[in-house]
């Protein structure tokens, strides 16, 4: 499955929604790479990227998020970090199995669907009070 950046995503806000589109087509890269059966170098590589992308793009929104006084911040860091640590454990697995298979079932039934939700939620909130406090 494809996942496509449309309105439904977006917060509004341009350096997020930038960040996030970016995020979205990690994604994507990463299951068309375990779709087209690449190997075990080049999937490594497109986890890689999308981890590291992911604490980037984490680090960046928190830094707005405190930058504007948000005041859940706390509870919304706990999220972004609850996540870390369920990408950290899927990475682990897949280092240790290697089975694009399950793979690709934990991508898109954990990762996108918790990234998608969470835009959809969370980010959108975050948007609207930085946008009303300018
Ligand atoms: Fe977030």
Request: proline share 1%; glycine share 4%.
């Amino acid at each position: 499955m494809i996942y496509t950046f449309d309105k439904s995503l977006e917060t509004g806000n341009t350096a997020i929604d930038t960040q996030h589109k970016e995020l979205i087509d990690a994604m994507n890269n990463l299951l068309t790479a375990c779709a087209q059966g690449k190997g075990r170098e080049e999937i490594k590589n497109t986890i890689k990227f999308l981890v590291d992308y992911t604490v980037k793009h984490f680090n960046d929104e928190e830094k707005l998020q405190k930058q504007y006084n948000y005041p859940d911040y706390a509870a919304h860091k706990k999220l972004h970090d609850d996540f870390k640590e369920e990408v950290k454990k899927i990475v682990e697995e897949y280092e240790q199995d290697g089975t694009s298979v399950v793979l690709t079932f934990k991508i898109n039934n954990i990762i996108a669907s918790w990234l998608i939700k969470h835009i959809k939620g969370e980010d959108k909130k975050v948007a609207a009070f930085i946008k009303n406090s300018k």
